[in-house]
Structure formats: C-alpha cells, structure tokens
C-alpha cells in the first residue's frame, strides 16, 4: 500500500539510507533515525555532498525541516 501522508512516507523510510537535498545545495546521504512534525531529520553515517563531490563524513546530524527542499529514498 502506497504511503497516504508525507510523514507516512518518511516512517516508510526509517532505518534505511535517505537522500537530503538543501536550499544550498548541499546533499546529505545517510540512515534516516527520526523526524517530526515540521521535517526536522536525524541522519546518521552521513556523507555530505557538494556538486556532487564527498566533501566530508559525519556520524549524526540533525536538519531543520525549513533548509530541505527534497528527500529521496536512495
């Protein structure tokens, strides 16, 4: 059955890697922890990517909702 909600969505993708793409550009790639109501994420064993190049690897980070423009199962 095919997700009805937004937040519906997102629990379907808990624990597995997510694509997070930023109004600047940047893009997150990592294990989806949580979320709430306002599209605040947590991301962990993350790659940060800018113009599609790894520039750095983190463990846990947090993302307001509000910077996300896209989210994408990988």
């Known amino acids: 059955m095919e997700p009805a909600r937004p937040l519906d969505a997102l629990n379907k993708a808990r624990d597995k890697r997510i694509i997070v793409e ?5 893009q997150y790639i990592g294990k989806l922890k949580s979320f709430d109501i306002h599209i ?4 962990e064993d993350v790659e940060e990517r800018v ?11 947090f993302i307001r909702g ?3 423009t896209v ?3 990988e």
């Open 22 to 26: 930023l109004k600047n550009n940047k």
């Open 40 to 43: 605040n994420v947590v991301i």
């Open 71 to 73: 989210i994408s199962t």
């Open 66 to 68: 509000d910077t996300i």
């Open 51 to 61: 113009n599609g190049e790894v520039t750095r690897k983190l463990n846990t980070i």
